[in-house]
């Protein structure tokens, strides 16, 4: 129920919470806890610039090498928000997983 990150992701990249300010839930179970996020960010990254690569195809028949390096300029201004939110679904998707409380 408490805030993850510290601040808005809107000023500057939010720093992570070590433990829930309601529930003390420790975030950060082990040391590379968030290996999964990062697997979680880049299907949702490839998503997006596989999306974005298809959309410029259709509305300009660029050539393939073209649509997908516009894709990926277009993708990275969405990187941080992916990153913060991958961490968030990647938690959701521990406890529901193992909710075991690690205190």
């Known amino acids: 129920m408490g805030k993850i ?3 808005s992701l ?3 990249f939010p720093k992570m919470h070590e433990r829930c300010p309601v529930c003390d839930l420790k975030f950060e ?3 590379g806890y968030f290996l999964g996020a990062m697997y979680i960010s880049y299907g949702i990254g490839v998503v997006m ?3 974005f690569a298809t959309v ?3 509305l300009t028949r660029w050539s393939l090498q073209k649509v997908v390096v516009w894709g990926i300029v277009l993708f990275i201004p969405f990187a941080p928000v992916i990153t913060v939110y991958s961490r968030v ?3 959701y998707l521990d406890r529901s997983v193992d909710p075991g409380q690690e205190n």
């Open 5 to 7: 990150f510290r601040g």
């Open 10 to 12: 809107l000023r500057v």
């Open 29 to 31: 179970r082990e040391e």
């Open 49 to 51: 610039i596989c999306a």
């Open 56 to 58: 410029l195809w259709l």
């Open 89 to 91: 679904l990647w938690i």
